[in-house]
């Protein structure tokens, strides 16, 4: 995986999709784009297409990230597996008092 990714697609079928990425000033941006019956059920007729956005200022994406962390992993190798699976750089450390 590069390490310079700014979106990733968390999923895409007929009718629309949902991405997350890192705008060019750095805020977090998720933002869904919906089509199609679903959106002209919802909205009524005239209703084709839908696009929301979520936004986090640049200052607030560490908040994210830690949220995200904690409710996601248990164990520091839990943490760990996961960024080699996703061939994100880390360093392993370990002191042990004896």
């Avoid at 520091?76 to 370990?94: A, C, G, S, V, Y």
């Amino acid at each position: 995986m590069e390490n310079n990714i700014k979106k990733l697609e968390i999923y895409k079928d007929d009718s629309g999709c949902l991405i997350v990425g890192i705008e060019d000033n750095g805020n977090l941006e998720m933002a869904s784009f919906d089509g199609g019956k679903s959106v002209k059920e919802f909205y009524g007729e005239g209703a084709e297409d839908c696009e929301y956005f979520v936004k986090v200022d640049k200052d607030d994406k560490d908040l994210v990230l830690l949220w995200l962390i904690k409710e996601k992993f248990k164990l520091t190798t839990d943490f760990e597996k996961w960024l080699n699976e996703k061939k994100i750089p880390n360093k392993t450390d370990m002191w042990v008092n004896s």
